[in-house]
């Protein structure tokens, strides 16, 4: 009986990798790869007689080809924002707290193949251990079918979330839209706050963005930076759309 289980474990992870594939589209050709990016060395040093390989090494890759493929999108992305702005975004999307989360929206922790001792004290839902695991997983891709397919991952994955202002609280979008009101040499912004409202501990302020007196953008926040950070944001898109 206890083959039978342990054979049953290894058949139900084989499973569970073939539909993680399916489901999110990326098949890989070297499915040992793909093993490998999820086997902790806990896993390892528990299955000495097997020839599994821990994903140390994939990581170490994969934080490299994240670097660079995220670095690239930032560049492109935001052609206004100086070195040390983009070197600050970056940052916040590659660090720990950022990949874990990345790890859970396509369930990642399930996947991990654990030793007993590591899996008994909670090492599937440990941060480091997630956010590890998300690098190796980069660096097999990248391995198995190159950087243009890392992208389309991470296209599905990590890019929506910049698009959608995850990490705006480490941007800086009022020196952006003040850059590129300066470069092109169209007129004087002003920011003006139209209302606050709610009481006095949860206070929210709405700030209006002008170029020459025209209205560009509005936005909201809890303190008045954050409010005017929001509205240069929206002027920022706004300008964008109108440069297109």
Request: with cysteine; charged share 30%; glycine share 8%.
């Amino acid at each position: 009986m206890r083959n039978n289980g342990s054979k049953r474990k290894p058949a139900m992870k084989d499973m569970m990798f073939k539909q993680f594939q399916e489901s999110t589209g990326f098949l890989f050709n070297d499915e040992k790869l793909l093993k490998q990016a999820f086997t902790h060395s806990s896993y390892v040093n528990e299955h000495r007689r097997k020839p599994y390989e821990d994903n140390e090494r994939l990581e170490f890759l994969g934080d490299a080809v994240l670097e660079l493929t995220v670095s690239k999108y930032l560049f492109n992305k935001y052609p206004m924002m100086s070195e040390g702005e983009l070197t600050k975004l970056r940052a916040a999307i590659v660090c720990e707290p950022s990949l874990v989360s990345f790890a859970n929206d396509i369930s990642f922790g399930k996947l991990i193949l654990l030793g007993k001792g590591e899996e008994m004290t909670g090492g599937r839902q440990r941060p480091a251990l997630l956010a590890d695991v998300f690098e190796a997983f980069i660096g097999a891709l990248y391995l198995d079918q190159g950087l243009e397919r890392v992208v389309q991952f991470l296209e599905k994955v990590v890019f929506p979330k910049i698009n959608e202002g995850a990490f705006s609280h480490v941007m800086d979008y009022k020196s952006q839209l003040q850059e590129l009101v300066q470069r092109d040499g169209v007129g004087i912004l002003e920011y003006q706050i139209m209302h606050e409202k709610g009481p006095a501990h949860n206070r929210e302020f709405v700030s209006k963005v002008s170029l020459n007196n025209e209205e560009l953008g509005i936005g909201s926040g809890k303190s008045k930076k954050e409010a005017e950070q929001r509205a240069a944001q929206i002027a920022l898109s706004t300008l964008r759309e109108m440069k297109k």
